[in-house]
């Protein structure tokens, strides 16, 4: 193990890597903007979980053998291993409005992926392992210094789970994204399943950072300060779908995801809502051209319990799985699961934060997290979807 050091740049790192918001803050009532009148604002892709429009959501849905009103009742709750939806096509995620209330919302457990140390042994060229970095809490209120950074809520088999994820700028929408990026892990259950349900992204949880004890008696506007947006549809790598299991398997290095989002009420676009949202960089310098790199989540293992955002900076090193498998990024850092998903960021061109990762895996002794370099393939996932939803 290397040994303890200053950050160097870390200080300054996290101040370059500031995700403020570029408008106001959330609306007096706590809920998603609405548009001015006249403005240009998308409108809502459908009720259902695919990229088609409206008049075709029900013939969507029936191709999948999903009853939208029985889907609502709790149909949904059938995790059948014959009937669950597996293929990169079959994603469908109907809203059902109100279910991811407050309390449901604090409850949701962390999709933990750990590894331990015979995971790793032989494995490839890997750089020592970093020392622990421990994570810092970010400065509230979260829309004033993490505006694209939110919580990804689905659930799963073992019940209603939780990671982090980003808003990330959409290159056919400029201006008026409506995409999140995220861990392939906290949408699809890789080779042995299929893709979660009921999944939402919470731009800025908890803004103000409240407690456990407050937040039993905060209203639902402190909670989801923006609202909630569900996934109307998904996109990660086929290595993930393929390769993915409990501690990453073959498809960590691949571990990533892009959701399109939309409000479960109102119109507005999430980039317009937030006021912010980071480009992706699928040409990042190699690893040990990078001074310190930044990862923002929201742990929820122990000893965190998943309220709070944080953070922590580093310089990264590389961890590699397999000699067939690219390379990782790899920090010190004690976040844990819940922090899967949530953005790793550099400082690119005129000083401005760029997403470059995000958080994959994990030992169990939370003392380093790791997250796949983007490259070819995560922006052929990423230029899909974006053209999908083009001028929607």
Not at 314 to 320: A, C, H, I, N
Not at 338 to 364: H, R
């Amino acid at each position: 193990m290397r040994p303890v050091r200053p950050l160097l740049a870390a200080t300054g790192l996290l101040a370059a890597l500031t995700l403020t918001a570029t408008a106001c803050g959330p609306d007096g009532d706590g809920a998603a903007a609405r548009p001015a009148a006249g403005s240009s604002a998308p409108s809502p892709a459908g009720s259902g979980g695919s990229a088609e429009r409206p008049a075709d959501l029900a013939d969507a849905l029936e191709k999948h053998g999903v009853d939208p009103d029985r889907w609502r009742k709790g149909e949904w709750k059938n995790w059948d291993q014959d009937t669950w939806l597996r293929g990169a096509k079959d994603f469908v995620n109907p809203v059902i409005e109100g279910l991811w209330k407050p309390g449901r919302m604090t409850s949701a457990e962390d999709p933990a992926r750990t590894m331990s140390a015979g995971d790793l042994a032989g494995q490839g060229v890997s750089d020592p392992e970093p020392a622990p970095v421990r994570a810092r809490p970010e400065k509230v209120p979260y829309h004033e210094h993490a505006a694209p950074v939110g919580k990804v809520f689905f659930d799963s088999p073992e019940g209603s789970m939780v990671c982090s994820g980003t808003v990330v700028q959409d290159p056919e929408n400029p201006g008026r994204s409506n995409l999140v990026w995220t861990a392939g892990h906290c949408v699809h259950a890789g080779a042995e399943g299929g893709w979660y349900r009921n999944i939402v992204f919470v731009p800025s949880y908890n803004d103000q950072g409240r407690s456990a004890a407050e937040m039993a008696k905060a209203q639902p506007r402190e909670i989801a300060p923006y609202g909630t947006y569900w996934a109307d549809w998904a996109a990660t790598s086929g290595e993930w779908l393929s390769g993915g299991g409990p501690t990453g398997g073959a498809g960590a290095p691949y571990d990533y995801a892009v959701l399109h989002v939309k409000p479960e009420s109102g119109t507005k676009s999430l980039e317009e809502t937030v006021g912010n949202a980071l480009a992706v960089d699928f040409d990042a310098p190699e690893i040990t051209r990078i001074a310190g790199m930044g990862a923002w989540g929201y742990p929820a293992g122990a000893p965190y319990d998943g309220l709070l955002m944080h953070t922590c900076a580093d310089r990264p090193g590389r961890l590699s799985l397999g000699p067939a498998t690219p390379t990782m990024y790899r920090i010190g850092c004690t976040m844990t699961g819940g922090s899967s998903g949530g953005g790793w960021f550099v400082e690119g061109e005129g000083g401005k934060a760029v997403l470059v990762s995000n958080t994959s895996i994990g030992p169990v002794t939370a003392g380093w997290l790791a997250g796949p370099r983007l490259g070819r393939d995560a922006q052929a996932v990423f230029t899909t979807m974006s053209e999908k939803f083009a001028d929607r």
